[in-house]
């Protein structure tokens, strides 16, 4: 098992190379989940580092997640945007996925928008749907895996954190005033996501315990990082693609699978890179 993340002279060789070779100091980070990659290419003035050639740095290996750190601007804003993300079913070692974030507050970066794919456990909700996240249940951290898990170091925060105020109320507001102004209130819903670990898509029998335990939608990722984000005073917003249904009925003959999921990105990634950008300038 991998120690990488663990001690902070790590995190900060990690932020002081990057400071060293790129031009811009963000304070806004962007974190794309699977298929959302494209927000990146929204970046003006780029400069790209390949995760392979960041010290210390995690290698993402799922199919849609390109794999590398990409700063520049993003209407006018310096912005640090993560092309690839980690996630915990890759290599069961929680501090990889959580990395980079910490690496963000070294750099000096106030704001964490997160994005990721997820299933809907909300009857109401639609595919294609974009949920501000106002909540996150860590179905993991049940289990005993919670990305503060260890010692904790106070650089970067205390060790018992609230979580009650992981997502900042004024961002998911402005989420809501850009939607309506972009003609997108129709599809942006306000919910509660379910992390699970993957790499299996839910049981019939767990959709219903996540539906009973109050959850709107669910997904393999963005808590982890959340949680050390909180942890570490970033102010967070996170936005779910709602890309598929989960499946409910043993007789529906459905299966969600990862090509449903990259399929509604590929056909929603527009809007949602449009709901960024106007975000980006009033944050
Ligand atoms: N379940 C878990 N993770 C997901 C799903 C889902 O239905 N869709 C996209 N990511």
Redesign the pocket.
């Known amino acids: 098992m991998h120690t990488r993340g663990q001690c902070y002279e790590e995190y900060e060789e990690t932020a002081r190379w990057l400071l060293d070779h790129a031009d811009q100091r963000p304070d806004v980070a962007i974190i794309c989940g699977?298929g959302l990659g494209n927000l990146a290419d929204l970046l003006s003035d780029k400069t790209v580092f390949p995760y392979k050639d960041i010290p210390h740095f995690p290698i993402s290996t799922v199919p849609g997640h390109a794999g590398q750190l990409v700063f520049g601007k993003l209407q006018g804003r310096d912005c640090v945007c993560m092309q690839g993300r980690f996630h915990f079913y890759e290599s069961s070692n929680i501090s990889m996925v959580t990395f980079p974030v910490r690496i963000f507050f070294l750099l000096g970066v106030k704001t964490l928008i997160v994005t990721n794919?997820?299933?809907a456990l909300n009857d109401s909700y639609n595919t294609g749907d974009i949920m501000t996240i106002k909540d996150h249940i860590n179905l993991p951290g049940f289990a005993g895996v919670n990305s503060l898990c260890g010692q904790n170091d106070d650089r970067f925060g205390v060790r018992f954190p609230s979580m009650s105020d992981a997502y900042d109320s004024d961002l998911r507001a402005l989420v809501k005033q850009a939607a309506e102004e972009l003609g997108f209130e129709s599809v942006l819903r306000e919910g509660v996501y379910c992390m699970?670990a993957?790499p299996t898509?839910?049981t019939v029998a767990e959709c219903k315990i996540l539906q009973l335990l109050g959850a709107d939608a669910?997904?393999?990722s963005t808590v982890p990082e959340v949680v050390v984000a909180s942890h570490c005073g970033l102010r967070v917003l996170g936005l779910s693609l709602i890309?598929?249904k989960?499946v409910k009925d043993y007789d529906s003959g459905e299966k969600?699978n990862h090509d449903e999921?990259l399929r509604t990105t590929q056909r929603r990634t527009q809007d949602l890179q449009k709901l960024v950008s106007t975000l980006i300038t009033r944050i």
């Open positions: 699977s794919a997820a299933g699970v993957g898509y839910e669910v997904g393999m890309t598929n989960v969600v999921v």
